[in-house]
């Protein structure tokens, strides 16, 4: 990890009170030891859970609520938004991911910020994660419910 984790911890809006779940949330499973694998998955539950857009669209059907919800959590939008923050930076990658470029994967970068988000679940609870998840959507969730207003 290159990068100054305060800085991550200030673009995220969050402190961590036990930073080492951060250190886990950026550790790819190609680096060895714990992992963020199982914060990924973590992670990508809170994130469809706090995007329901049940609330945001209450005449959507769920065939419309389920496209909405998935052109925000698609792994393309969530590369983009790890690459926003700079997140590249602070993964800690095996030699083989650091030789092939994996710092700027789709793939890994997605994963990353998902597992990211369970670390802040875990340090501070869901308050804290969906209020970091929904600061970092916050742009997308407006281009999505403007882009509703127009096709409904």
């Known amino acids: 990890m290159n990068g100054d984790p305060r800085r991550l911890e200030r673009a995220l809006g969050h402190r ?87 710092f700027a994967r789709d793939s890994i970068l997605a994963d990353a910020l998902e597992a990211v988000f369970a670390a802040v679940y875990l340090d501070r609870g869901f308050a804290a994660a969906k209020a970091v998840i929904l600061a970092l959507l916050a742009t997308s969730l407006a281009r999505v419910s403007d882009l509703s207003v127009t096709k409904d």
């Open 16 to 102: 961590f009170d036990r930073p080492h779940l951060l250190l886990q949330a950026l550790t790819h499973r190609s680096a060895g030891g714990e992992n963020n694998e199982r914060l990924e998955f973590l992670g990508d539950a809170l994130l469809g859970f706090v995007v329901a857009l049940l609330q945001r669209f209450p005449d959507a059907d769920e065939g419309r609520l389920s496209r909405l919800r998935a052109s925000l959590v698609k792994m393309e939008s969530l590369a983009q938004l790890a690459r926003d923050l700079g997140l590249g930076e602070h993964l800690r990658l095996g030699a083989g991911e650091l030789r092939t470029g994996g």
